[in-house]
Structures are given as structure tokens and as C-alpha cells.
């Protein structure tokens, strides 16, 4: 499947200005989070509208519908960030990553409003008051107030686990305690290890589980990654190969092409010749990404 349209920075802070009246649609991969810094707005929604004032917040899935228009009195100035929790590898487990891809899908996670008294609006709002220099403790913060639009759900998630001892149940257990950079670098032949199945049965449950084999979900990690380092680092192609665990790079060449149909480095030079500015104005018009 040919994605790479779909790439987006995420925990960076971009601008958008919007003309009295003017509309603006936006889709996002994974999540955003969307702070009304001026002016007043409206989201308007197929089954309901909101009313959004300055220093309000937004919190959309990719699975929300609707678009924002700006006051006829006033322009209206938004401030948005990107989250995509399967391309953060290393922090989050397989649990939260399915956790969240459930939520994006229920109405009361996929389009909340959050009021100007509310703590992840004061605590951007206070973020956007110092600066945007793209740090690196500047992107945790930004995680860490997406994190806290959940409140107690993300945290105390239930997983259903199952209570018997088999080895789809051992599986299970595993994958849903692991971080998804643990399952990159693991070999098959330790899952088998560690499940204590034989590797027939272990690629039949793992299938069952994951809805992919686990050839298919490492190669899926490995794409992940090399599309941050392509987008994000000006490592050489070889470096970004070995980096998402690749020795050879004809290997990594032709699997990249086969997922987003060009090689790396051309994916590369389309990113950052297609790469928004931060602050992006906008007259009377609906825009679609």
C-alpha cells in the first residue's frame, strides 16, 4: 500500500490563519490537536456544531468528520500539533497503540472540545507564550498534554487478557506488554522461545492476533521508522537502511518502493519539497490535506 501522501510531522507546532468567514477541512494520520490562539470559530460537524473561542481546544481522530469556519467578525488564528502513536515506537506498548486506534472510532474519543479553563489548554497556551523552538523537551510536553486529554482512560486501560495458559494466550499476554521497538528487533525464533509453540502454530496465532504475519509487522515497524529518519535526519540512505534494521540496501531499496512506490531518497526529496511552512495563511477558502 502506497502511503506516503499521507506523511505528517507530528509534535511540532504549525499555524494556520483563517480570513473572516473562511473555512478550513482538515484530515489528519492519527491525531490532532487543534488551540483557537485568536479570533472565534465554529467547528461544524455533520450531526453537531461547536463554538469555539479563544484559547478553546480541539482533540480530532482521523476518523472525525467536520470543518472549521472562521467568525464573518474576525480572522481566527489556530495552533495544531500531530500525534501518530504507531510511529512512537520506543514509548508506547502494542496495547496502547490498539488502544488507541479503538478510540479514534468512538465518537466521545474522535472530536472533544475542551474549554480555555481546561489544564491541556492553559498548559499550551503557556507552551505557545515561550516560544515554539521544536525542542526536544518542547515535543514531550506537547506528547505529555495529548496524553492528559484522555484523563484516566489511556492510563488505566483494561485489557482483557486471557486467564488460561496456552501459547495463544502467552502470546497475547506478550505482545500486549511490549513496546513495538521491542518487536522490531525481535527474531522470530525468540518469539517461538518465548511462547513455547512451534513456529507453525506460532505464525498461525500470530496472524489471528496481529491481522498480519509477523514477517509483515516487522516490516511495517521497519517502514515507520525509516520514514521519520528520511523526513527528520539527514542520514544517507545506507545509515537510515541499517538504522531500521536492514543490512542490505538494494533490500531496503526494494522494500521501500514496494510499500510507497518510490525509493527512499526520492520519497525524501518529494517530503521536503512538499513540506508545509509553519504558519500558512488562508483567504475565503475551503483547503483539504
Not at 54 to 67: F, R
Request: aromatic letters at 10%; charged letters at 25%; a positive charge.
Amino acid at each position: 500500500m502506497k502511503t506516503d501522501r499521507f506523511y505528517q510531522e507530528h509534535l511540532v507546532i504549525n499555524k494556520v490563519a483563517l480570513a473572516p468567514g473562511a473555512e478550513w477541512a482538515y484530515h489528519p494520520r492519527g491525531w490532532v490537536f487543534i488551540y483557537v490562539s485568536a479570533g472565534i470559530g465554529y467547528w461544524l460537524h455533520p450531526r453537531s456544531n461547536h463554538e469555539l473561542e479563544t484559547g478553546t481546544a480541539l482533540v480530532l481522530s482521523d476518523q472525525s468528520q467536520g470543518c472549521f469556519r472562521a467568525s464573518q467578525l474576525g480572522e481566527a488564528v489556530l495552533q495544531l500539533f500531530h500525534v501518530q502513536p504507531q510511529r512512537l515506537t520506543g514509548l508506547v506498548s502494542l496495547a496502547d497503540q490498539e488502544f488507541m486506534q479503538n478510540a479514534a472510532k468512538e465518537d466521545r474519543f474522535a472530536l472533544r472540545v475542551f474549554k480555555q479553563t481546561d489544564s491541556a489548554c492553559v498548559r499550551f497556551r503557556q507552551l505557545h507564550e515561550n516560544g515554539n523552538d521544536n525542542s526536544f523537551p518542547l515535543r514531550l510536553q506537547l506528547l505529555d498534554i495529548f496524553i492528559q486529554t484522555f484523563a484516566e482512560e489511556l492510563i488505566n486501560q483494561k485489557m482483557v487478557l486471557p486467564d488460561r495458559d496456552d501459547a495463544r494466550a502467552r502470546l497475547t499476554k506478550l505482545l500486549h506488554g511490549m513496546a513495538a521497538s521491542d518487536l522490531l528487533e525481535m527474531r522470530f525464533d525468540e518469539l517461538v522461545t518465548k511462547t513455547g509453540c512451534t513456529p507453525r502454530h506460532l505464525t498461525r496465532i500470530f496472524h489471528e492476533i496481529m491481522g498480519m504475519s509477523f514477517r509483515d509487522k516487522q516490516t511495517e515497524l521497519r517502514m515507520i521508522r525509516a520514514q521519520d529518519l528520511l523526513a527528520t535526519s539527514h542520514s544517507k540512505v545506507i545509515e537510515v537502511a541499517l538504522e531500521s534494521g536492514y543490512q542490505s540496501v538494494s533490500l531496503f531499496n526494494l522494500m521501500f518502493k514496494r510499500r510507497f512506490g518510490v525509493s527512499p531518497a526520492k520519497w525524501r526529496e518529494r517530503f521536503a519539497s512538499r513540506k508545509l511552512p509553519r504558519s500558512v495563511g488562508h483567504r475565503n477558502r475551503l483547503l483539504r490535506f
